[in-house]
């Protein structure tokens, strides 16, 4: 990436080789250029809010900022990218959009979030820290900033305009005015599930700002709600990529012996899954996990993965994830275990399968999805 002071060498995480999408965009560069430019003073508490995997506290390592982030991968390429460019562990406050925030915040910028949700929620628990002098920059590519995230601004922090785009990123200034009256936050929001779901019909679900599907059921969610398994006593059965814990809820509410492992690298997402499950009164035992996939989990020790998979990587679309999660859910599986998985028609996830656990079946399917059953027979194909 290209700074006013240097040019820090920046990767995503986990690194991939066939994945060129690169660490940084044209908002990061556009944000330090101004700063640079306008000879803006970055002294007191320096703030990063949504900063994706760690591009501009890298780039500001000398003013020590502190990142807020949601996403547990964005947290860990920004470990990884302040080492890679010298800056010492300690430099740069890590914090999670879950921690509450520093007391004074004297410059906050804000690396605007895919989810406006998100957004709402951080800037309703920032804007107590904030004071009149505090200087706040947003920035994002045109095609992320609308009318309503600007009003997001101006109503919880104060006066917002917008700078003329540069490579089709556009900056956000915001004036706080510690006279507006705050509207409350109205996160996390909770709804009731709707009937013929099963277990869960009637049960409700509590969503952190961000999640996915925070404000309804997905229906992808919902067709796999309708066909979970049936699982013998006792079995280990992990909800991976959890969002808000109502797959793996239905698991354990169906069979409180049942034992889930709730697993998600948003912060967000673990904290609702959480909540949901506790919400219900489960009484089984279940683990609570923000990180990548099954990494930690051992091989052979899970007798079913549940698995919604994302198509999406911040704005890209991409299977690389779905990938991971299916070859890690192969090596965690105990012999005779079952990768269970939804996903639209379209994303042809049964070819991955087929060639990964030499099978794949259809469980489940309507014009639009299809669930997909994939049992792990002793040691089979395993190329991902
Ligand atoms: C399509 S959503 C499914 C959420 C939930 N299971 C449902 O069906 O409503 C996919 C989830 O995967 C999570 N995710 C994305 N990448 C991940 C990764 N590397 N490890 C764990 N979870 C991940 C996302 O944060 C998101 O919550």
């Given at each position: 990436?290209?700074?006013?002071?240097g040019?820090?060498?920046l990767a995503?995480?986990?690194e991939?080789?066939?994945?060129r999408?690169?660490?940084?965009?044209?908002?990061?560069?556009?944000?330090?250029?101004?700063?640079?430019?306008?000879?803006v003073?970055?002294s007191g508490?320096?703030?990063?809010?949504?900063?994706?995997?760690?591009a501009?506290?890298?780039?500001?390592?000398?003013?020590?900022?502190?990142?807020?982030?949601?996403?547990?991968?964005?947290?860990?390429?920004?470990?990884?990218?302040l080492?890679?460019n010298?800056?010492?562990?300690g430099?740069?406050?890590?914090?999670?959009?879950?921690?509450?925030?520093?007391?004074r915040?004297d410059?906050?910028l804000v690396?605007?979030?895919k989810?406006?949700?998100?957004l709402?929620?951080?800037?309703?628990?920032?804007?107590p820290?904030v004071h009149?002098?505090t200087?706040v920059?947003?920035?994002g590519?045109v095609?992320?900033?609308h009318?309503?995230?600007?009003?997001?601004?101006?109503?919880?922090l104060?006066?917002?305009?917008?700078s003329l785009?540069?490579?089709?990123?556009?900056?956000?200034?915001?004036t706080?005015?510690?006279?507006l009256?705050?509207?409350a936050?109205?996160?996390?929001?909770?709804?009731?599930?709707?009937?013929?779901?099963?277990?869960?019909?009637?049960?409700?679900?509590?969503?952190?700002?961000?999640?996915?599907?925070?404000?309804r059921l997905?229906?992808?969610t919902?067709f796999?709600?309708?066909?979970?398994?049936?699982?013998?006593?006792?079995?280990?059965?992990?909800?991976?990529?959890?969002?808000?814990?109502?797959?793996?809820?239905?698991?354990?509410?169906?069979?409180?012996?049942?034992?889930v492992?709730?697993v998600?690298?948003s912060?967000?997402?673990?904290?609702?899954?959480?909540d949901t499950y506790?919400?219900?009164?489960?009484?089984g035992?279940a683990?609570?996990r923000?990180?990548?996939?099954?990494?930690g989990?051992?091989?052979d020790?899970?007798?079913?993965v549940?698995?919604?998979?994302?198509?999406?990587?911040?704005q890209a679309t991409?299977?690389?994830?779905?990938?991971?999660?299916?070859?890690?859910?192969?090596?965690?599986?105990?012999?005779?275990?079952?990768?269970?998985?939804?996903?639209?028609?379209?994303?042809?996830?049964?070819?991955?399968?087929r060639r990964?656990?030499g099978?794949?079946?259809?469980?489940?399917?309507?014009p639009?999805?299809?669930?997909?059953?994939?049992?792990k027979?002793?040691?089979?194909?395993?190329?991902?």
């Open positions: 990436m290209t700074t006013p002071w040019e820090p060498v995503r995480f986990p991939d080789p066939r994945d999408l690169r660490a940084w965009d044209a908002s990061d560069e556009y944000l330090l250029r101004y700063l640079d430019r306008e000879r003073p970055l508490t320096v703030v990063v809010l949504g900063d994706r995997w760690g501009l506290v890298t780039a500001l390592a000398a003013h020590r900022p502190t990142q807020i982030t949601d996403s547990w991968l964005g947290q860990e390429a920004t470990r990884a990218n080492a890679r010298g800056v010492g562990p430099t740069v406050r890590l914090l999670t959009t879950q921690d509450d925030p520093p007391e915040i410059m906050l690396r605007v979030p989810s406006l949700a998100l709402e929620d951080q800037l309703l628990r920032l804007a820290s009149e002098g200087v920059v947003g920035t590519m095609k992320e900033i009318t309503s995230t600007l009003r997001l601004f101006e109503r919880i104060g006066p917002t305009r917008t785009a540069e490579k089709k990123a556009r900056l956000i200034f915001c706080p005015d510690p006279g009256e705050r509207p936050n109205p996160w996390p929001y909770r709804y009731t599930l709707p009937d013929g779901i099963g277990v869960v019909s009637g049960r409700t679900v509590v969503n952190h700002a961000g999640v996915f599907c925070a404000d997905d229906i992808g919902r796999f709600l309708k066909h979970l398994p049936a699982v013998r006593d006792g079995a280990r059965v992990v909800d991976l990529g959890c969002g808000n814990g109502v797959v793996g809820t239905a698991m354990a509410l169906a069979d409180p012996q049942t034992e492992l709730f998600d690298e912060f967000q997402a673990v904290a609702s899954a959480q506790r919400a219900n009164g489960v009484p035992h683990e609570f923000v990180g990548d996939g099954l990494a989990v051992a091989a020790s899970v007798d079913l549940l698995n919604n998979p994302p198509f999406h990587s911040h991409t299977d690389t994830t779905a990938r991971r999660m299916f070859t890690d859910a192969r090596r965690t599986l105990r012999p005779g275990g079952e990768l269970w998985v939804i996903g639209n028609r379209h994303l042809g996830y049964h070819v991955r399968l990964l656990f099978n794949s079946e259809v469980v489940a399917s309507d639009k999805f299809v669930v997909l059953r994939a049992v027979r002793g040691a089979g194909p395993a190329s991902g």
